[in-house]
């Protein structure tokens, strides 16, 4: 740990290791008779279970790699204007394949022309056709038609698509934005910050606290509810329903991309904590790594308790401060954990099984999406034996593992997407 590499091997790992534990706790919500400490908390309840620090984690990740990727486009000489367009074009992405997730969650089969199932499985496919890391030497007008027909399947598939309920019948429209979208808003306004900043950790610093600052103030003095179709607006539990406020956060809402700002103080987090790794390497102090780290990670746990009774409690769904500080922290020691294991003492071969999570982390995301859709399509449900307590849990890793393998195959054949 002479020498900052251009990219740590243990962000690699950690991000391997998040992705196969969401592709677990993905499928492991639809068995049976598990322990609650496994599944996701309900949305009033003041706790998290195990699958509610996994997503958080991947946000981190997300901050922890940002620092690296646009570095090294700056090194490779690549102008403001390529950079901005490079954090744009990632961002796009994830926002639309998001957008389209979202909008499967409300699908209406019965007023819809083809099942959710077949909707979904063309929309991936669609998704795969446009972002797919097509090989250099194929021919462009070849590699232009595919991403032609994926945008146009897209297009097909909005134009057909019908949610909500029976009697309430709609088109697609933004809500949630979905995991994809909701880490393409932090990492466009992440890499903006940091970009802005040139990277300098002060001023990586007050930002975090900024947007740390705004989530805290989101769930006490400044909370803000919107009904969905916008009759009511309150902050803090007050009715400020149609004065000059409520008209103006109406108008706004829109645009406050940042919503109660939870997603980007997770990602600022771990840009931070890059930061803090990259400036004590530069100084030759890497001794310090240990303790700072360590610290700062007990620092946010603490914090996110101390927060608990203050913050709405410890929640997923609501965002709540205490449980972004909780998860910064763990994630945190995770990662200094796996600095020493694969940095220092070089222990990377053990997770060569996981490296397609990795490094094909957004294939093996999308890749459930046949699996779970497939089935769904022909109605092959699981046998009760294999979808219930500890049997079904050893199907849903067993089914992370396979899947993950399967995108290693995926990838030494350049079937990968690439944003």
């Known amino acids: 740990m002479q020498q900052l590499p251009k990219r740590l091997l243990s ?57 690296f990727a646009i570095n090294n486009r700056i090194k490779k000489s690549d102008s403001t204007r390529q950079v901005l367009f490079y954090i744009l074009i990632r961002s796009a992405a994830l926002l639309i394949m998001g957008f389209y997730h979202v909008n499967l969650e409300e699908y209406n089969s019965s007023a819809a022309l083809i099942p959710k199932a077949a909707w ?18 194929m021919a462009k007008t070849k590699r232009y038609a595919l991403q032609i027909l994926g945008i146009a399947m897209l297009i097909g598939m909005a134009m057909i698509y019908k949610g909500g309920e029976d009697g309430e019948v709609r088109g697609m429209e933004p809500s949630w ?50 009904l969905h179709d916008e009759t009511m607006v309150t902050i803090a539990g007050k009715d400020v329903t149609g004065s000059f406020l409520g008209n103006a956060i109406i108008f706004l809402k829109p645009f406050w991309i940042i919503n109660d700002a939870s997603t980007m103080t ?21 001794q310090r790594i240990w303790a700072t780290l360590t610290v700062v990670g007990i620092l946010f746990l603490v914090a996110g308790f101390a927060l608990r009774p203050y913050t709405e409690g410890i929640s997923k769904i609501r965002s709540t401060p ?57 109605q092959i449900n699981y046998p009760g034996v294999i979808n219930n307590g500890f049997p079904g849990l050893l199907r849903s890793f067993l089914t992370a593992v396979i899947i993950v393998l399967f995108v290693g195959l995926l990838e030494k054949k350049r079937l990968r997407l690439k944003i």
Not at 120 to 137: C, M, N, Q, R
Not at 180 to 192: K, Q
Request: include cysteine.
């Open 177 to 226: 934005w979905g995991i994809l979208g909701l880490i393409g808003w932090a990492y466009l306004v992440c890499a903006f910050i940091f970009f802005a900043v040139k990277g300098k950790l002060n001023n990586l610093i007050v930002a975090w606290i900024t947007l740390a600052a705004i989530n805290i103030l989101a769930h006490t003095i400044l909370k803000v509810n919107v």
């Open 120 to 137: 979904a499985l063309v929309i991936t496919i669609a998704f795969f056709l446009i972002w797919l890391d097509y090989p250099e030497s």
């Open 11 to 67: 962000i690699d790992v950690l991000r391997a290791i998040t992705m196969l534990l969401m592709i677990f706790v993905n499928d492991a919500g639809g068995v049976q008779h598990i322990p609650e400490w496994i599944d996701h908390a309900k949305g009033l309840e003041d706790r998290m279970g195990f699958a509610d620090t996994i997503f958080p984690a991947f946000l981190f990740i997300v901050g922890l790699s940002l620092p």
């Open 322 to 378: 205490a449980w972004v500080f909780i998860c910064s922290g763990i994630t945190t020691l995770a990662f200094l954990m796996l600095i020493y294991v694969v940095d220092v003492k070089g222990k990377i071969n053990a997770f060569n099984w996981i490296k397609p999570a990795g490094t094909s982390t957004l294939t093996c995301y999308l890749i459930p999406y046949f699996q779970v859709f497939t089935l769904e399509l022909f």
């Open 266 to 286: 997770l990602t600022m987090g771990g840009v931070v904590i890059s930061g803090i790794y990259a400036k004590l390497v530069e100084q030759g102090k890497t």
